[in-house]
């Protein structure tokens, strides 16, 4: 059987979780292939389950010992440091403000207005924790953001569901953390969870305007695997997985074939493809980690 993930590589045990999980009590791969279980009473499963995700969130990661002043917030998830430096806040994503002309996302001032409060209650000093990639294209730095009690800025606006989890390699340290810190506010449908703007919208109902970041049902109509993983979805959406980051899917080739026909939900950056190539799918949306997407 030929295998789509590196050989080389071990996938990053950041991303293992919710395959672990998934094949834990169902006994096969979100992809359908049958794999080897862990026989335990329901008590136990739950009592693993709570435990990893305390544990997952008690280590979330921790500054660098440094203080830096806040100068301001400039949204839920960007602050600028007294000394001019911009910060992009890792491992989420919250809603935009009212930007350049263009109307805010429904609960964007209210992420704003959650991290002004927890930068208030840092009295403006905080620490940063940094990944692998410091800088993004932007110029900002990409760092996680504690306060003096070791509380991430991420974590609180994710409980909060004022923000959705994003996992972007090589910076997926807390991505285990980060993914399980939002999962009650989804579950009691807080915050972006509950609003009718943020609900998942149906491939088959996309537009070429429909770009940014979205959430998206669909299923999936065809695979191909070439240059990297398509999966393309009924509409006018197709889900890529570029070859750098299939060490982070536990898929075999035989696995991506087999999701043709499931149904899936996804969160993520869209954007309009340049090429006019009639065969293809306008939309296209770059899948970078396995979290984003959960199967029905």
Not at 104 to 117: M, T
Not at 152 to 169: D, E, K, N
Not at 251 to 278: H, M
Request: charged share 25%; hydrophobic share 40%; with cysteine.
């Amino acid at each position: 059987m030929v295998r789509v993930t590196a050989s080389h590589k071990k996938t990053p045990s950041a991303l293992g979780l919710g395959v672990f999980l998934w094949r834990t009590i169902h006994g096969r791969h979100p992809s359908g292939r049958r794999c080897t279980t862990l026989k335990m009473a329901p008590g136990h499963f739950l009592w693993l389950l709570l435990t990893l995700s305390l544990h997952s969130l008690a280590d979330c990661g921790q500054g660098d010992g440094r203080w830096f002043t806040v100068e301001r917030v400039v949204d839920g998830d960007t602050l600028r440091l007294s000394d001019g430096r911009s910060v992009r806040v890792l491992g989420m994503n919250a809603p935009e403000l009212d930007r350049k002309g263009q109307p805010g996302q429904s609960l964007g001032v209210e992420a704003k207005r959650a991290a002004e409060l927890f930068v208030e209650q840092a009295k403006g000093r905080v620490q940063l924790g940094l990944e692998q990639e410091q800088r993004d294209h932007y110029g900002r730095v990409l760092a996680h953001v504690y306060n003096p009690q070791g509380q991430s800025l991420a974590v609180s606006l994710l409980q909060q569901g004022l923000a959705f989890p994003i996992a972007v390699p090589p910076n997926i340290d807390q991505a285990e953390c980060l993914f399980a810190a939002h999962e009650e506010a989804r579950q009691v449908r807080r915050g972006i969870w509950g609003k009718a703007a943020w609900k998942a919208k149906p491939a088959t109902q996309l537009n070429q305007r429909d770009t940014g970041f979205q959430r998206i049902k669909g299923r999936i109509e065809k695979v191909d695997i070439n240059s990297a993983v398509w999966l393309e979805l009924e509409g006018a959406l197709v889900l890529r997985i570029a070859r750098e980051d299939w060490p982070y899917f536990s898929y075999t080739a035989n696995d991506w074939k087999s999701l043709k026909g499931k149904s899936l939900e996804v969160q993520g950056w869209v954007t309009a493809r340049r090429n006019t190539n009639p065969s293809f799918k306008p939309l296209v949306m770059a899948v970078r980690s396995p979290l984003v997407l959960r199967f029905d």
